[in-house]
């Protein structure tokens, strides 16, 4: 599903959106108030340059528009594999993306991302799986890393690794994998509008995904682990 038409359907009310170079930004109306939106479109890579570009875009947010919930529209093919951006610590700005997203939530802003394309690797962790809560829609892709390259790090077969993601959700790729795991907080259908509705009602001061995991059962020990370490 394009942009344009995720986003006529969330903001029946209007929105107005500038783009560049693959990353969008502006404001949708909903009944609640407006949301800030910051997308990216077109399956884009995310190295530097557009990491920077995102944080500047949520940092503008925290400035000018305080406590206003944000809305991140998810889209690329995960981290950039290039030489240059390793060298300068691309790892680094992945974080410092994820430390802005973190900062806007301690300051009052309801972080929400929907992954409407695709959304693997480092470029999902560092823009789509860290909000403060993640959604994804029916047709949409999400991976920390696809099979193939699961096979070429494990020297595992393909097919095992095929058969084995029937079962354990915790690498499979997916968006009902994630859903399983606690990673995506729901799957959004029908109409999105009432989805961002309900979504800006939720709280988000507290990380449920492990609790999420244990109920679904694609990932049945996190939460015991965690509450081990806690109250050891």
């Known amino acids: 599903m394009k942009a344009q038409e995720v986003l006529s359907r969330i903001f029946p ?3 107005e959106i500038q783009s560049s170079g693959g990353v969008f930004s502006g404001t949708g109306k909903t009944s609640s108030g407006i949301v800030a939106v910051i997308g990216t479109e077109g399956h884009p890579v995310l190295g530097i340059s ?4 995102l944080s500047e875009l949520l940092l503008q947010v925290l400035r000018e528009a305080p406590r206003r919930p944000i809305l991140l529209l998810v889209d690329n093919d995960g981290q950039k594999m290039a030489l240059e951006d390793e060298l300068l610590g691309l790892n680094q700005y992945i974080a410092h993306l994820v430390k802005v997203q973190d900062l806007a939530r301690r300051r009052g802003h309801p ?7 695709n959304s693997c ?11 403060g809560h993640t959604y994804a829609l029916p047709d949409s892709n999400t991976s920390v890393m ?12 393909l097919e095992y690794l095929e058969e084995l993601s029937k079962t354990v959700a915790v690498f499979a790729p997916g968006v009902q994998n994630f859903e399983r795991t606690g990673g995506v907080e729901c799957v959004w259908d029908g109409d999105l509008n009432q989805c961002l ?30 509450n081990r370490i806690l109250n050891a």
Do not use: N
């Open 13 to 15: 009310e209007g929105y």
């Open 50 to 53: 557009i990491l920077l570009q």
């Open 111 to 117: 972080v929400i991302a929907l992954v409407y394309g």
């Open 121 to 131: 690797a480092g470029g999902f962790i560092g823009f789509g799986l860290c909000a």
């Open 146 to 157: 696809i099979l193939p390259a699961i096979a070429r790090v494990t020297k595992l077969p």
């Open 197 to 226: 509705e309900l979504a800006l009602q939720k709280d988000q001061s507290a990380d449920q995904r492990a609790e999420l995991g244990a109920q679904r059962g694609g990932r049945p020990l996190a939460a015991k682990v965690i």
